[in-house]
């Protein structure tokens, strides 16, 4: 087990960390959106049009969004691509609640369907999808390996895989920023908002210990992808990783 396995929302309840996550997204699902795009001074959206130019060559018709949360990634996944069908799970139903109307707002639902669902025992087919994305949800799983390994079963072969993730800026002085800002402000603003205090304090301690960079590119091998590779965003605040399917 990797420590981000180990790492939980709630420190003092005896739930294992699948069933916190939950529960700590239902807490904050009704402010997750602003907060994400305020603390992020909205350059998540930014990442999230650069992971999706990732599969611009692929011409995936069925695209399966693994910790959709709201949704954000999959309504900007078909208003980019306009793929046949994109289903989005989740196991926190507070937020694909929040998700849901979204998607009846803007009319996608025909579209985007969104389902409560756990990565790690995918309710599909083998080889069902062309392509997989996640934005900010590896790190959350509560067996990484056996996630991903779900994951691969349902892609069909040659299939892309696209993951979103926080990661861990490096060099002088952003390292410093960075590591101030996500220790500090961050969880401060996230308790005041949110209202959960665990919430945002999980948040930098998920990040600190996820297998980011090299590390996760040999998980993503070991659990059945090749060629993989990752791209550094703004500064290394965040990295796109991607690997096909054997």
């Known amino acids: 087990m990797n420590k981000s396995e180990k790492t939980i929302p709630y420190k003092k309840s005896q739930e294992g960390k699948k069933k916190q996550v939950a529960l700590m997204f239902n807490n904050i699902a009704h402010k997750y959106d602003f907060l994400n795009h305020f603390l992020s001074l909205n350059i998540d959206k930014i990442w999230r049009r650069k992971a999706i130019n990732k599969l611009k060559a692929t011409n995936a018709e069925k695209i399966l969004d693994v910790a959709t949360g709201t949704g954000d990634l999959a309504i900007q996944t078909y208003k980019k691509l ?132 090299e590390r996760f590119l040999k998980e993503l091998e070991k659990t059945g992808f090749s060629n993989v590779k990752y791209e550094k965003l703004t500064f290394g605040i965040s990295a796109i990783y991607t690997g096909v399917k054997e």
């Open 82 to 213: 306009k793929p046949t069908k994109i289903i989005g799970i989740d196991i926190s139903t507070g937020m694909l609640d929040v998700g849901k109307q979204k998607l009846l707002k803007k009319d996608l639902n025909k579209y985007i369907e969104l389902q409560e669902g756990d990565a790690e025992n995918l309710n599909f087919p083998d080889n069902t999808f062309d392509a997989v994305t996640v934005a900010f949800g590896v790190r959350n799983f509560e067996n990484l390996s056996m996630g991903l390994s779900e994951i691969n079963r349902v892609m069909k072969k040659n299939g892309t895989f696209v993951v979103l993730e926080f990661s861990k800026p490096e060099k002088f002085p952003i390292k410093q920023l960075y590591n101030f800002y996500f220790k500090n402000i961050l969880p401060t603003m996230g308790k005041m908002f949110s209202k959960d205090n665990s919430a945002y304090t999980y948040l930098p301690e998920s990040v600190n210990n996820f297998p980011y960079g």
